[in-house]
């Protein structure tokens, strides 16, 4: 073959990302422009408090990448920015517990309705495959001898954000059976990483204690969460993007199991800064005790495993925000100071 022969360039699958602007979501979209040169993303995002395209300003211009603003319970909306898509990576969605305690509005309007209208959108278009990011906190709370949840545990939520969740799920599933949309529901544990609004624990502790301002813990500060490095999340979505099977449902976790005390125990250590700055406050109304995932599906059917351990990532992601204070700066509108003053300021 002459060397200046042009080869052939493959067919690009167009893939939607709702939620693009996100913490999750600007991660992953950025991964699939650096890691995925087979396919094109269009990000739709309505760029609440949470969405920020200043997080993924390094690939505004990037040929592959578009971004469309617009709210995924709108179907008007949804239908044109999914027009001539091949597939569908739905994250969209009021993700914060504490929010959803303070107002569950939203949440049944992005996360139930929102998921709704993205189905039937993906419907209307025959979408080739639908990924329905969802979490462990649908399973419930476990007790402390619990085993793990698996994917076969009744989904029992306990706040208005995982029921919102789970009601999406339950949806996703009467889609396939119903209509035999071909969907995948994943359900993570906690991610961490860079990107994170600081509403979430690590970075609101990270953010807190860079200024020496007290760090609430709610309740005795013995709850477990799985921690799971987000980039760990992002190749387990794009891997069963190409290989889950359409119908199932796959956990995915950092098999990290860490007591909350502990986890700011670690970042203050870090950080170098004094274990005094911990706060005791009142306790998040039903808050889950411990989640754990067992991932032996995904392991075993799709042969995906977390790469980063805490050790690794966590110490990696304080010297993000470290170094990133500035991104912080900017996220961080007059919204979220009366979100702040509401969720803490009475809170003792
Ligand atoms: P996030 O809050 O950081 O981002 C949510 C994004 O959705 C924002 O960009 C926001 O602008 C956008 N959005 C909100 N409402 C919208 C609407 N009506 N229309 C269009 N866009 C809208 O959330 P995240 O932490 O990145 O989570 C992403 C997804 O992953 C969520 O579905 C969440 O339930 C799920 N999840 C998160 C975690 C975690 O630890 N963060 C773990 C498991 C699953
Ligand atoms: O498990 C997956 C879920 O993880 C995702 O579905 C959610 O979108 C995501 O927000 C996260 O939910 P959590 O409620 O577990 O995360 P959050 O960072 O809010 O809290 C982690 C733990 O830390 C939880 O036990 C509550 C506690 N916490 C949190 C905050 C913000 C505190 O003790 N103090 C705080 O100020």
């Not at 009142?282 to 808050?287: I, L, M, T």
Request: with cysteine; hydrophobic share 35%.
């Amino acid at each position: 073959m002459p060397s200046n022969e042009e080869k052939p360039t493959p067919e690009l699958k167009r893939i939607m990302v709702t939620g693009g602007a996100g913490f999750i979501g600007s991660n992953l979209v950025k991964l699939i422009l650096k890691e995925h040169p087979e396919y094109s993303v269009v990000n739709y995002d309505l760029l609440t408090y949470a969405g920020n395209l200043v997080s993924l300003k390094d690939v505004e211009d990037h040929p592959r990448y578009r971004f469309v603003r617009g709210d995924v319970s709108n179907l008007h909306d949804v239908k044109q920015a999914m027009d001539g898509c091949w597939g569908v990576l739905h994250l969209a969605a009021e993700s914060h517990v504490d929010r959803s305690i303070l107002d569950s509005g939203p949440f049944l309007q992005t996360n139930l309705i929102g998921t709704q209208v993205m189905l039937e959108a993906a419907r209307h278009h025959r979408i080739k495959r639908f990924i329905q990011v969802s979490t462990d906190e649908v399973y419930g709370s476990l007790d402390p001898d619990d085993p793990p949840f698996t994917e076969r545990n009744q989904l029992t939520p306990n706040s208005p954000y995982s029921a919102s969740k789970a009601g999406a799920d339950l949806l996703v599933r009467a889609y396939v059976k119903t209509y035999g949309l071909p969907a995948v529901i994943t359900r993570c544990s906690n991610n961490y990483g860079p990107y994170q609004f600081p509403e979430k624990l690590i970075p609101l502790l990270i953010r807190n204690a860079m200024n020496d301002q007290p760090i609430p813990v709610y309740g005795d500060g013995k709850q477990i969460r799985d921690w799971l490095y987000v980039e760990d999340h992002c190749r387990a979505i794009m891997k069963l993007l190409e290989e889950g099977k359409p119908g199932e449902v796959y956990n995915i976790g950092g098999n990290c199991e860490v007591v909350n005390l502990d986890l700011v125990k670690m970042v203050l250590a870090e950080l170098g800064k004094p274990q005094s700055l911990i706060k005791f406050v009142k306790d998040r109304p039903g808050h889950d005790r411990r989640y754990a995932m067992d991932t032996g599906k995904i392991t075993a059917e799709i042969g995906w495993k977390p790469e980063y351990s805490l050790s690794q990532a966590l110490p990696k992601t304080v010297k993000w925000y470290q170094d990133n204070a500035q991104w912080v700066q900017s996220v961080v509108s007059g919204e979220y100071r009366d979100y702040y003053r509401k969720q803490y300021g009475d809170r003792s």
